[in-house]
């Protein structure tokens, strides 16, 4: 019989001797095995489990146009490729613009986006009824259904009024004998104000034309037919001072937005005409945020209504760590001259302070967990070695060396740890899967290098809690104990 062969037998013949105390230090170690490697799992699985939990939060990047530079669907797919496809979750582009609802004198903030990209940078969105699917159909925020009374199944006539194409001069410069300006200003309620002015010979007001149409109708939208209150700027020299004519009653705002149209009018380049498209409501918008006051249409419908394909900025919801999304800002900034990127920074800070924290935890209760295992074993072998004085005595008389002594506990406390290492990265996989989906609702990944070194941490543990057994072992004087002592 080889020394290795007879090693282990004498190993495995004590360990079975004392079934009782080795099944109490076996337990120990697997149970310390288990939690250590369920919450390691859990530990390296956690910033994806966050990430996937903080997207429902909305999205932690924008990507905005840079100066001189222009935000459009091509220049979206360039920026977007410098981003891996597995780690973006969804990126939803958006364009925003004033639409009037004349038969109601609103005006509306409306934001063309992709509904499909939507649900996934926004899963907060509460919608009653439906997204939009197809083209001439809108989702209407809650505040504005509220206040115009439309609801699903409802239809809204929408225009859009561009302001006039103006040409390169600054409003001082268009001020010539004979032009025609064009200006806009925001009157009473947000909605828009028009006007049109024609100038003499001497540069001075010959007839101005104004479009209230969002205004009110019996307070400014009387404006463009009352006579009396437009034939005060005839004759008169651009800019105009709020004192040189009398607002109309009850139609303050109004009327201080014509003036300021006026001042900012500059000569049209080219006539431009409003365009109105009715819509179906699909769906009504509840967030408890500034969304209910917007309509939504897709990107389709708001191309045909500008005539742009113009982009104000993206949304991007990415499954990364605060590092890697700092890396992928850098990336996208310096990838070209029309893109910018940056961080919404109240989500990839809490996202940050949140999974630091919970690491902190985890490591907290391992740390915890395998102290009290190595005490708990270290326990129990030094009850092994109380109940064997004797026969350790008898085998030093006998010619035992200390390192046979020490090798023998040692190995006994290494295959413990084998064995209960082993049962440990099994049942924590287990352990972690439970926890991942009562807590964060979603399986966990398996880590197949977490077995061995679940395994060899059980048995370094087994190891270090031998250490005061086996001086004690081997501190024994057989003289004192073969007397009986």
Do not use: H, W
């Not at 669907?73 to 977007?80: C, H, I, N, R, V």
């Amino acid at each position: 019989m080889t020394k290795r062969r007879m090693f282990l037998r004498m190993i495995t013949a004590s360990l079975l001797r004392r079934r009782s105390r080795m099944l109490i230090a076996l337990l120990s170690i697997g149970i310390g095995a288990t939690i250590l490697a369920g919450l390691v799992t859990i530990y390296v699985d956690v910033p994806r489990q966050m990430g996937a939990q903080f997207r429902s939060y909305g999205a932690n990047m924008l990507l905005l146009p840079k100066e001189g530079g222009a935000l459009n669907p091509d220049t979206l797919e360039e920026a977007l490729a410098v981003l891996p496809e597995n780690e973006l979750v969804g990126a939803a582009p958006y364009r925003y613009v004033r639409l009037d609802m004349t038969s109601r004198q609103q005006s509306f903030t409306a934001a063309g986006t992709d509904f499909s990209q939507i649900v996934k940078t926004s899963p907060y969105f509460s919608v009653e009824g439906n997204y939009p699917e197809n083209t001439r159909e809108v989702l209407v925020g809650k505040e504005i259904a509220d206040t115009i009374g439309v609801r699903v199944g409802s239809s809204m006539e929408l225009t859009y009024q561009p302001t006039a194409a103006a040409s390169d001069r600054t409003p001082e410069e268009s001020r010539v004998p004979g032009a025609t300006l064009s200006g806009s200003a925001e009157g009473f309620g947000g909605g828009i104000v028009y006007v049109t002015a024609t100038l003499d010979d001497e540069a001075k007001i010959a007839s101005l034309a104004v479009d209230a149409s969002t205004q009110t109708a019996e307070y400014g939208g009387r404006i463009p037919e009352d006579e009396a209150y437009l034939s005060q700027f005839a004759g008169k020299a651009l800019p105009i001072e709020s004192g040189d004519v009398d607002a109309l009653t009850g139609a303050t705002v109004t009327s201080s937005a014509v003036v300021e149209a006026l001042n900012k009018a500059t000569a049209a380049a080219a006539p431009v005409q409003p365009k109105t498209m009715n819509f179906a409501v699909t769906g009504i918008l509840t967030t408890g945020g500034e969304e209910e006051s917007y309509v939504f249409l897709s990107l389709q419908d708001m191309e045909t209504m500008t005539g742009s394909d113009q982009l104000d900025v993206a949304e991007l919801s990415v499954s990364a760590s605060a590092d890697q999304l700092a890396e992928y800002v850098e990336a996208i900034s310096a990838s070209g001259e029309n893109v910018q990127a940056r961080l919404v920074k109240r989500v990839t800070r809490s996202e940050a302070a949140v999974l630091s924290k919970l690491q902190a935890l985890v490591f907290l209760v391992t740390a915890v967990v395998l102290l009290l295992t190595m005490i708990c074993v270290s326990t129990t072998m030094m009850a092994v070695v109380s109940e064997r004085r004797r026969e350790i005595g008898l085998r030093k008389a006998l010619g035992a060396s200390d390192g046979s002594i020490r090798a023998e506990f040692l190995g006994e406390g290494l295959f413990l740890g084998l064995l209960g290492g082993v049962m440990g990265a099994l049942l924590g996989f287990v352990f972690a899967q439970v926890v991942s989906v009562n807590v964060f609702g979603s399986s966990i990944t398996f880590q197949p290098l977490l077995l061995p070194a679940a395994v060899i941490v059980s048995m370094a543990v087994a190891a270090v809690s031998c250490l005061a057994p086996i001086k004690r072992a081997v501190a024994i004087d057989p003289a004192i104990v073969l007397k009986g002592e």
